[in-house]
């Protein structure tokens, strides 16, 4: 599986952005997939998680309530929609994809990975 990242960008505080992730080969829809965030001068951190069928979901605190992971296995791709976002949020958001249909938030869990879109969040 080959995944892109896209949709980043330059948003104000308290508003929305979203993220998208493409993925190309043909074992995409028994993945489960997750989002990740790495921050400036910070670990790279969980914030997402879906199973292959988009049946079950998992967030972070940091973000529960405030983040939506979701996926079209039609379309091969998987969606953060994010809202009241906050300078913190601020950093590379990877998406990856781990080889069975169910994952968690551990790195370890995922095996494929896009390459990353910036998200700034300006206050």
């Known amino acids: 599986v080959q995944l892109h990242a896209s949709g980043g960008g330059l948003v104000q505080a308290g508003g929305s952005l979203r993220l998208s992730c493409a993925a190309s080969g043909p074992t995409f829809r028994g993945s489960a997939m997750g989002w990740f965030r790495q921050s400036p001068g910070k670990e790279r951190e969980f914030l997402a998680h879906?199973?292959?069928?988009?049946?079950?979901?998992t967030y972070a605190d940091s973000v529960k309530g405030r983040f939506t992971i979701s996926r079209d296995n039609a379309k091969n791709a998987v969606v953060l929609q994010m809202s009241s976002l906050k300078p913190e949020d601020t950093g590379i958001y990877y998406c990856a994809g781990a080889r069975t249909t169910i994952a968690g938030s551990r790195q370890g869990q995922y095996y494929y990975w896009g390459q990353g879109t910036q998200v700034t969040v300006s206050s």
């Open positions: 879906i199973d292959y069928r988009g049946g079950h979901t």
